[in-house]
């Protein structure tokens, strides 16, 4: 049987060692104090006691009997305890009544428990006389020392290495939580629901930064997949109706008897409408290659009026047949970095829109202002104009508003534009012409230099 | 030289590893009175190349063997400088720009238009006339190229800079098929634009210009191709 799932998060684990890491540091610490009281104390006073008794055996008679008057008081002296006792263990002089039962006379320290009840380290020693000297130092305070030590330990660490356990284990029933709620919103996810968002308490903890990260993520999936969706719906239109036509006058043309003039205008209309549906593609793949390119490393210097010029030139044939004037005013322009070609086809992309909705007789105007940030090409008709809710999606590849599906082209113009001003990080603004559209190429290099 | 007949006679190699689209090239290019040869893989292309000298060579770049971009480079590393067309499939403009750096002199994507590839194969075999002289004829037309004005015959006509360009464009390339796409490349140097119809909106006003009513027409359509600027208008109709 598995551990419950509590103790394998992370979080408890990581509560696990700051408790295991706090007992043992708490357990060192203890160890060298109960070291300290038990061994190295016990050591020091060893070796007091045991020089006291060698010095007293060392001594002549009447510095003995001075030496132990001032036993007398053996506290002034630093130890508890002095006596002399004679051959058969008669006290003979000292504090102490009898010598403790066993106590090895050798004239080392050893531990004794006097009347019963007091510890002490205590040494004694033969005179030469037989007699025998006894010094010993009191240690309950010691003692208790250690006895408190020992209680802390168990008192004192045990209980709050429990208590870390116990907040590890709530904080990881907390995170445990998150990330079951998380799971369960990443299955909704996956079943297909793309709204779902993961849960973000804006805490700005480490969690909900990678719920944020994984949401915005999820929106861009969820846009890619729009657009695709939208491509497949238009481009299912948009090539199979030329395809269609074809077929079907190819295949009327099939029945027998036909003039050899309507099976060459049959073929006509076959080879234009494959050349619409290779238009279309080569269309679609422009654009594919506009966003992957790696046209940035190319950039050059731009004069964008010279741009506008150059087209205004070249579409202005077409705009007279439709009686539409274009009235250009681009005098000159800061230079922006780019590409020449991309811009040169975003600019007509714009003005060959324009000129398709601009009704007869009005006047276009296609011009390049200076902005604030940057140069900005703008190109302002008179036709029905874009309303404010279809902004956003004008832009997109395949859009095309429901007044324009009569209208040739392929619907891919506008698309072409934005990916042109996405890679040169270009901004695009469409506003109200009242009437009619106003088209900004708003032209701002934010590309480092 | 000025003739009204496309380069007939030509020796033509053309090294294409898809069997259909060679023999249909073969096919248009042998009725237009060229003589064609074909290799199937880049090496037998190269080594055809090096042997026979051929007029024009179209390479194709996907070839088993060795790639299209790797004959050319090395022909022209041994100094070979026929022209070179070449094919693709692959559309991309920094394919394009590969494509005549290794050393080609012009590159057509499929699908092509059979006229756009005669087109282009007359293009490179009979370079535009480039002379010194500051004044352009042909048949009846005259350019000044100093002066900045064109004349019929007696009328002067009245041309705008960019109509003048254009037919500066034509004048040089006279009794040649020029597609839409060459004029959009050579005379106003771009390539991708909306509206194919650009072009002939442009040539119409030309036109307009250059055959007023009841003049022989200059400027001939030419179907499945592009537009000609003929010297000899009264010369029948190709």
């Known amino acids: 049987m598995r551990a419950p799932e509590i103790f394998r998060t992370s979080s408890f684990r990581i509560a696990a060692i700051s408790a295991g890491v706090f007992a043992l540091g708490a357990l060192v610490l203890f160890a060298f104090v109960y070291w300290q009281t038990a061994t190295h104390e016990t050591a020091t ?49 000292g504090n102490l009544a009898a010598l403790p039962a066993d106590f090895p006379i050798d004239g080392h320290a050893h531990a004794a428990l006097l009347g019963g009840e007091r510890p002490v380290r205590a040494a004694g020693a033969f005179l030469p006389d037989g007699r025998i000297v006894f010094i010993a130092r009191d240690v309950t305070e010691l003692r208790q020392l250690q006895r408190v030590v020992r209680r802390a330990l168990l008192l ?69 997949l729009e657009e695709i969706k939208g491509v497949g719906d238009n481009i299912a239109h948009d090539l199979r109706t030329p395809l269609t036509r074809v077929r079907a006058r190819l295949e009327r043309s099939r029945e027998a008897d036909r003039p050899p003039e309507e099976l060459e205008a049959a073929i006509d209309v076959a080879i234009a409408g494959l050349d619409q549906t290779l238009g279309i593609i080569t269309a679609l793949l422009r654009i594919t290659e506009i966003e992957e390119g790696n046209r940035r490393a190319a950039f050059g210097e731009i004069d964008l009026a010279r741009i506008v010029r150059d087209v205004a030139e070249l579409y202005g044939p077409i705009a007279e047949n439709a009686g539409i004037e274009i009235a250009v005013a681009a005098p000159s322009s800061r230079p922006v970095k780019g590409d020449r070609d991309l811009l040169v086809e975003a600019v007509a992309n714009v003005l060959d829109n324009a000129i398709k909705f601009a009704p007869a007789e009005s006047r276009i105007d296609f011009a390049v202002l200076d902005g604030p940030d940057g140069p900005i090409v703008r190109v302002r008709d008179r036709g029905p104009g874009i309303p404010q809710e279809e902004r956003a999606q004008v832009l997109k590849r395949f859009y095309r508003a429901d007044k324009s599906r009569h209208l040739p082209g392929s619907g891919l113009g506008l698309g072409v534009v934005s990916a042109v001003m996405n890679l040169h990080r270009f901004r695009i603004a469409i506003g109200d012409g009242e009437p009619g559209c106003i088209f900004d190429l708003i032209c701002a290099n934010q590309l480092a230099d | 030289m000025q003739s009204p007949t496309p380069s007939q006679g030509a020796k033509i190699l053309l090294i294409e590893d898809d069997g259909e689209t060679c023999s249909e090239i073969r096919g248009a290019l042998g009725e237009r009175g060229y003589d064609v040869d074909d290799s199937a893989t880049g090496t037998a292309g190269l080594n055809a190349a090096r042997r026979g000298a051929y007029d024009l060579l179209i390479v194709d770049r996907m070839l088993p063997e060795l790639d299209g971009l790797a004959v050319i480079e090395t022909l022209r590393a041994e100094r070979v400088r026929t022209p070179v067309l070449v094919l693709s499939a692959l559309g991309a403009v920094d394919d394009r720009i590969r494509g005549l750096k290794a050393g080609g002199d012009d590159y057509l994507t499929k699908p092509f238009a059979l006229g756009e590839l005669t087109a282009r194969i007359e293009a490179l075999l009979r370079r535009p006339v480039e002379t010194r002289a500051t004044v352009l004829r042909v048949g009846p037309l005259s350019l000044d190229l100093i002066d900045r004005n064109a004349t019929r015959g007696e009328r002067v006509i009245d041309l705008l800079p960019r109509e003048f360009k254009l037919l500066e464009y034509l004048m040089r390339r006279p009794d040649r098929v020029v597609t839409r796409d060459m004029m959009l490349e050579d005379v106003w140097n771009y390539r991708f634009l909306p509206q194919t119809n650009l072009v002939d909106v442009h040539i119409g006003k030309l036109r307009r210009k250059i055959d007023a009513p009841g003049e022989q027409p200059l400027i001939r359509g030419v179907r499945g191709a592009g537009f000609m600027l003929v010297s000899n208008p009264d010369a029948a109709k190709i």
């Open chain 1, 45 to 93: 006073i060893d070796r007091f006691v045991e020089r006291q008794v060698r010095s007293l055996t060392s001594g002549h008679g009447e510095e003995l009997a001075r030496d132990l008057l001032l036993a007398e008081r053996p506290a002034e002296r630093g130890f508890a305890y002095a006596a002399l006792f004679d051959g058969e263990r008669h006290p003979l002089a």
């Open chain 1, 156 to 224: 004192g660490a045990i209980p709050a290495l429990l208590l870390a356990l116990a907040a590890g284990a709530l904080l990881s029933w907390r995170e445990l939580r998150r990330v079951r709620m998380v799971n369960r919103a990443v299955a909704r996810i996956l079943q297909g629901d793309l709204k779902e968002r993961l849960p973000a308490r804006n805490q700005a903890d480490d969690f909900d930064r990678l719920a944020m990260a994984v949401n915005r993520m999820l929106d861009e999936i969820g846009r890619l």
